[in-house]
């Protein structure tokens, strides 16, 4: 649980916590003239998911030696730019450039924080005795972008009794800027909430855009964003920031990128999207432990929670998983299974690829998990993420098709105990032989009839390229609102405008139960049946033919209840006419749209 208090300081605070101070009284330079101006025309920001380093794991890791000066002491100085010279030397070559510092700059070692006279951040001499500007610039001059990193609102003790004033902004004072009743903001209540209502909100906010700018940072992680983070409401709404931070960003003539943090709410994607270049779907993947992370807290929580905002990655902004802290061994806290997994999803999932690991000491397992070029294309491709093409079972298995009609797979066992896990070509569309390449392993792997089947560890994946050299599946449709089949329990008929017939059947829960009838097959066996569905949240169902025993499986979330997605499932049939069931049984079961049942070959 994440607070706010500066008594005691659990791990998970601390990034709000980051808070406050009374103004430190340092006037600033005057301001440079903007970097970009003396520049040729950048490339567009997040053409595809960036990739570089981030502090944040190690400075709130327990792990032996990486705080000797207490909590969070990692973070100086001399810490980054070591980080910085060892991803120049080994990764910067695969792509990684950015250096992203986290948060505690502001802050002391007994985290008291620093402001200057206008109420903006002010780098802590002990932990940046050179300055923030000398940092960037040092990280430039090995070829790489300089990250920083703020909450959002305007810092408690920045405040000042309301008498501190806004940078370039006569009479504007930190009084005119929130709102009267001084209520709080962000995820972790650490700030005052800013009242756009007022110009001189919008000052402050580009004070700090022009600070940043004139000190060369090319990112900035906005973090502690609502609605997410923990929090809903009026006071946790920041969308009015985070566009307060675009308009200021850019009036700075500088490129930079606007990350948004942490657990932002789906419902406001259309904002996050407009006004940044990425969002954290998730809370932290950090475990707050002796290790970086581990499997359960929160590694794993990633493969139900992406497959919502699958289709709102894309060219101009992306899907931040977090970190990727898969380089270190021992210090990481997983398997080498679960470190591939973790390297497979993000690669897949076309999130950012930031690791938060000691890259002075990557083991050769976790430089060949980073560096693995042919992972990495796959990231970087300017095209849509995968999503699950199966239920997310223990056993998974995630798609995207390619521009050049091929597709990536990936498999996953996310079970306790070794499984074997299947790619049937129909859950791709088409059936018959394809080729397969092993993505992680640099290995053609032949041609495979209508599948491929691996036999996977516990918390195991592989990825492949697969190229068909088959057909096109054939398949029959069959409507959930069909007056032909049989609705049970409170199931009932709902208009859909997503769906394919315009129509969808709802309310599976408690009982309800979607029976399809008539069912004509030609020959008896096991048929992957793909399922049209909606569902605003991941929920599970039971499936069962003729009146047999069912299987449950959980489908992934569509993101809302306006879209549908689908997802292919194993279903045993007879020859002739069959029934296919669907139950929610005692819980609440996903909207079902249609099925589409193959053809024989």
């Given at each position: ?66 705080n ?23 990764l910067?070559?695969?792509?990684y ?40 610039d ?14 959002v ?16 902004a ?23 909430k ?41 006071q946790?709404?920041n ?47 950090e ?39 898969v ?11 679960e ?35 042919e ?23 995630w ?17 306790d ?53 088959g ?61 049209a ?21 959980k ?47």
């Amino acid at each position: 649980m994440r607070s706010s208090s500066y008594s005691v300081m659990p791990a998970r605070t601390l990034r709000a916590v980051v808070v406050l101070a009374l103004a430190a009284g340092v006037t600033p330079a005057a301001p440079a003239a903007p970097a970009a101006q003396a520049e040729t025309a950048a490339p567009a920001l997040a053409a595809k998911p960036y990739m570089g380093w981030s502090s944040w794991s190690m400075q709130s890791s327990k792990y032996p030696g990486l705080n000797p000066d207490g909590d969070y002491s990692y973070l100086t100085e001399a810490n980054v730019l070591k980080q910085a010279g060892a991803m120049a030397a080994k990764l910067k070559k695969y792509g990684y450039e950015y250096v992203n510092i986290d948060a505690g700059w502001w802050r002391d070692k007994t985290w008291k924080p620093g402001f200057d006279r206008y109420g903006r951040q002010q780098a802590d001499p002990v932990r940046f005795p050179s300055g923030m500007k000398a940092v960037a610039d040092r990280i430039h001059a090995k070829g790489l972008k300089a990250g920083i990193y703020l909450p959002v609102g305007l810092e408690k003790e920045a405040y000042g009794d309301g008498e501190v004033p806004v940078w370039n902004a006569d009479g504007c004072t930190t009084a005119d800027i929130v709102h009267d009743d001084l209520r709080t903001t962000n995820g972790w209540d650490s700030a005052y909430k800013l009242d756009f209502s007022d110009p001189c909100a919008q000052k402050y906010v580009d004070s700090q855009a022009r600070m940043f700018a004139d000190w060369g940072y090319d990112f900035l992680k906005l973090d502690g964003v609502g609605p997410g983070s923990g929090k809903h409401g009026d006071q946790y709404d920041n969308v009015a920031d985070v566009a307060a931070w675009q308009k200021a960003i850019a009036a700075t003539g500088r490129p930079l990128h606007l990350e948004l943090s942490w657990s932002l709410d789906i419902g406001r994607v259309a904002d996050w999207k407009k006004h940044s270049q990425g969002w954290r779907i998730d809370t932290d993947v950090e475990c707050y432990c002796n290790t970086l992370v581990s499997w359960e807290n929160s590694v794993d929580d990633r493969w139900d929670d992406a497959p919502a905002w699958t289709r709102h990655a894309g060219p101009g902004g992306w899907n931040d998983l977090d970190s990727l802290d898969v380089g270190n061994g021992d210090m990481d806290g997983l398997t080498k299974a679960e470190r591939q997994s973790y390297a497979t999803l993000w690669a897949v999932a076309k999130s950012p690829l930031y690791t938060g690991d000691d890259l002075t000491l990557l083991d050769s397992y976790g430089l060949s998990l980073l560096t693995n070029r042919e992972v990495i294309a796959v990231n970087q491709a300017a095209t849509a993420p995968a999503r699950p093409v199966t239920p997310s079972d223990p056993q998974q298995v995630w798609a995207a098709k390619n521009p050049d009609g091929t597709y990536t797979v990936a498999l996953f066992n996310l079970a306790d105990a070794p499984a074997a896990v299947t790619a049937h070509w129909a859950s791709l569309g088409f059936t018959g032989p394809a080729a397969v390449r092993d993505l992680w392993h640099h290995e053609n792997l032949g041609s495979h009839q209508n599948k491929i089947t691996q036999a996977l560890p516990a918390h195991g994946s592989r990825l492949f390229t697969v190229t068909p050299r088959g057909r096109a599946l054939t398949t029959t449709a069959y409507e959930a609102e069909s007056g032909a089949n049989t609705l049970g329990g409170n199931a009932s008929v709902a208009d859909c405008p997503a769906c394919s017939d315009g129509r969808k059947v709802g309310n599976l829960y408690l009982g309800g139960t979607l029976r399809f009838n008539d069912i004509v097959v030609d020959q008896a066996g096991t048929y992957l049946i793909k399922v049209a569905y909606v569902s605003g949240d991941p929920r599970s169902v039971d499936i069962s033919a003729n009146g047999g025993g069912a299987t449950r499986h959980k489908f992934p979330s569509t993101g809302d209840w306006g879209t549908a997605e689908t997802v292919s499932v194993p279903v045993t049939l007879k020859a002739g006419a069959n029934t296919v069931t669907f139950d929610s049984g005692a819980g609440y079961a996903p909207d079902i749209d249609r099925m589409d049942v193959p053809k024989p070959s």
